[in-house]
């Protein structure tokens, strides 16, 4: 399957501290239990078997795509992370790091599929995540991507029930910098050298679904 677990440090730029901010230990995410067979669903369906996830967290995903034999690499800022990953798949590659850095701190490439799950929410600086990716994959790769889902049924809803603040507290360290809708989300990839070509829902009822899971693929354009 794949190489023995490697982690290799790198440091983050500056405006990235989410070295500090994200602690990991074993414990699943609170949305793995809907986002994880979704990703493996749309990796199976791609028939990937090199994977790449950014932003791997514990490694709860990593190992779920072990399981349905994908050979798996991993990049996340947070040590602790890296470590809890290592030890959730050991067969798997794992690597310190940001979406901000260089290509290079991932020197595996062309990859079947990249994921992300629940990070572009995250940054800043957005472009960064489609443009790794971007760099990352073979021709025609596809790249899955999730995020919370927002969209004017659910935010209406949100309003109506008063649940705004709670919904979008800023009393988080490391919380919710970007809110995406499918049509932000599909223009952020687009932009980036991405063609759309799946929207799933996951999570609660549809159209105010939880999160929703991006499948794109890699164009030969590049950015436009």
């Not at 070295?19 to 990796?43: E, F």
């Not at 901000?100 to 990070?119: A, H, K, L, M, R």
């Amino acid at each position: 399957m794949c190489a023995s677990a490697e982690n290799q440090n790198a440091r983050p730029p500056a405006h990235d501290d989410s070295r500090t901010v994200y602690r990991h230990d074993s414990r699943p995410p609170c949305a793995s239990g809907y986002l994880v067979p979704a990703v493996v669903r749309a990796c199976r369906a791609a028939g990937a078997r090199r994977i790449l996830d950014l932003g791997c967290g514990n490694g709860t995903l990593c190992r779920a795509l072990a399981d349905a034999g994908c050979e798996v690499v991993g990049l996340e800022p947070s040590p602790s992370g890296v470590a809890a990953a290592g030890r959730a798949v050991p067969e798997g590659v794992f690597r310190c790091g940001s979406v901000y850095d260089e290509p290079g701190i991932v020197p595996e490439n062309d990859f079947d599929v990249v994921v992300s799950t629940e990070v572009v929410e995250h940054l800043f600086r957005p472009a960064a995540l489609p443009a790794l990716a971007f760099a990352k994959l073979k021709p025609g790769g596809i790249f899955v991507v999730s995020t919370p889902y927002h969209g004017y049924l659910k935010n209406l809803v949100l309003a109506l029930a008063n649940r705004w603040d709670f919904h979008h507290s800023p009393n988080w360290d490391g919380g919710h910098v970007k809110f995406w809708s499918r049509r932000t989300l599909t223009t952020l990839l687009e932009a980036n050298g991405f063609r759309v070509l799946e929207f799933h829902g996951a999570g609660r009822i549809p159209w105010l679904w939880k999160s929703m899971v991006l499948v794109a693929q890699k164009t030969s354009g590049g950015r436009t």
